[in-house]
């Protein structure tokens, strides 16, 4: 299994709701991440986390939350965000061995 | 930290034409090279990476690209592009050690033209 899935694969939300997006993988990757990327732009590194713990965070402003519940699941808490946060989120995983990443489909978010 | 340089934003070509899409990275130590695909409105896809061996690497859809170490280059070519090759191409790098993340250039966009 070389998968890393994303939940939900499209996110409609208002500005007051809060809302998660999930990401799963079952390779055993300790190390994970989350990008944002907007339309015809490359991904932009949110958040990474290593062996559950978050260790690297881009200045990200703190309406998005990350959780890493256990070595298989990362999820991204969103409150109170605002319409140019509406992007797709990719969620990324890499292994020990240290030379492959691999990459969820992602989640579209729209904020309205 | 290592960063990565795509030196065309946009490349337009009729089909059947040859493609080759620059890229150049800074580090100097080990790294993982990929080329990534984005179709319009859908998910990164990754054509091909380069670990180590042969620095030519075939990847999928016809794809290739050239690790040129010397040069700091891993360019993208393929012989013969087709109407649905249009797309946006990211390069990036990643430090073959720790959990350091992906590191994407800024993508072209790819139109070809009938």
């Known amino acids: 299994d070389t998968e890393v899935t994303q939940t939900p694969k499209h996110l409609v939300m208002g500005m007051t709701n809060k809302k998660s997006l999930k990401c799963e993988q079952h390779m055993g990757h300790r190390a994970m991440y989350w990008y944002k990327q907007k339309a015809k732009k490359p991904p932009e590194l949110m958040f990474v986390y290593s062996y559950e713990k978050l260790s690297i965070n881009e200045s990200v402003p703190s309406r998005f939350s990350p959780e890493c519940p256990n070595s298989s699941l990362l999820n991204l808490h969103l409150h109170a965000l605002q319409p140019e946060d509406s992007a797709l989120y990719l969620c990324?995983?890499?292994?020990?061995?240290?030379?492959?990443?691999?990459f969820g489909e992602g989640s579209w978010l729209t904020v309205v | 930290a290592q960063s990565v340089s795509q030196h065309n934003h946009h490349v337009i070509l009729s089909e059947a034409a040859s493609l080759e899409l620059g890229c150049n990275y800074s580090y100097g130590g080990t790294v993982n090279l990929f080329w990534y695909v984005q179709y319009p409105g859908q998910h990164l896809q990754l054509l091909l990476k380069?670990?180590?061996?042969?620095?030519l690497v075939k990847g999928i859809k016809g794809f290739e690209a050239e690790f040129i170490k010397s040069k700091f280059s891993f360019n993208l070519r393929k012989p013969s592009v087709q109407w649905s090759d249009t797309a946006e191409y990211f390069c990036?790098?990643?430090?073959?050690?720790?959990?350091?993340?992906?590191?994407f250039g800024k993508g072209t966009r790819l139109s070809v033209i009938a």
């Open positions: 380069y670990f180590s061996g042969d620095p």
């Open positions: 990324a995983s890499r292994g020990d061995s240290g030379n492959t990443i691999y």
């Open positions: 990036a790098v990643i430090v073959f050690s720790g959990n350091t993340p992906l590191v």
